[in-house]
């Protein structure tokens, strides 16, 4: 079982309308990111966050630690917001070196006009 | 000018072949990965390095043996490869949260992948 799971896997939206995405995980987290990845195959990272909330134009990243949840929400959708989404988390660490990235299989969004 | 490039960006090659991917970045940055994503477009890390040493193996063939001449440069060797090699390396870097100086530590900057076809 993948320890990071998003939903949902595909997503269709009409332009202009709202997206959430939702990633959940399984344990004790120091960090989640958001990726991107284009059609073309290149990654952009979003958001990084431990804790609350996070806003980059049309998109918001919010973080639930208790509930070990996270949603990306993109507001007024664009045909060019059309990508796979990433969730991943760096799952706390032991010994002081840094916990490596689990990624979850991605949310592959598309926006029609 | 590009944060983190990776060459070269296709591979095509044969079975049995030893062939190397090389990464650069020119943020300063103190740790790089090197990722592979399958044909499901599922990512994984494959190995880190911070400040050229080792600090994550994933569990990754032997054959693969990643090369950090200097913080800045992260090299990926393969050898006698093989058909389930083929895949999208990624590399990517970031600033750990012991070297922070800012808000955007240990947030990744990737390089364009490199596509490995075996053949």
């Known amino acids: 079982k993948n320890e990071v799971e998003q939903s949902p896997q595909n997503l269709t939206a009409q332009e202009g309308e709202f997206i959430t995405i939702n990633c959940s995980y399984s344990?004790?987290?120091?960090?989640l990111h958001w990726l991107q990845q284009h059609p073309g195959g290149g990654i952009v990272s979003l958001f990084m966050l431990s804790s609350g909330k996070k806003k980059h134009g049309r998109l918001i990243a919010t973080i639930n630690i208790q509930e070990k949840h996270s949603s990306l929400h993109i507001t007024a959708s664009h045909p060019r917001d059309s990508a796979v989404y990433i969730c991943a988390v760096r799952y706390r660490s032991y010994g002081g070196s840094q916990g490596n990235l689990i990624f979850g299989k991605g949310t592959k969004l598309s926006v029609k006009p | 000018d590009t944060a983190v490039s990776q060459t070269p960006k296709y591979l095509v090659t044969q079975m049995g072949n030893d062939k190397s991917i090389k990464c650069e970045q020119n943020l300063g940055h103190d740790t790089m990965y090197w990722y592979k994503q399958d044909s499901k477009k599922f990512l994984k890390i494959m190995f880190s390095?911070?400040?050229?040493?080792?600090?994550i193996n994933e569990t990754v063939p032997n054959r693969f043996s990643p090369k950090s001449p200097d913080k800045a440069h992260l090299n990926l060797h393969i050898n006698s490869l093989e058909l389930g090699d083929s895949a999208v390396y990624f590399c990517?870097?970031?600033?750990?949260?012991?070297?922070?100086?800012?808000?955007?530590?240990?947030?990744?900057?990737f390089g364009a992948g490199s596509r490995l076809t075996v053949l």
């Open positions: 344990v004790g987290i120091s960090a």
């Open positions: 990517a870097s970031s600033q750990s949260l012991r070297g922070q100086t800012h808000s955007g530590a240990n947030v990744l900057t």
């Open positions: 390095y911070n400040n050229k040493e080792l600090i």
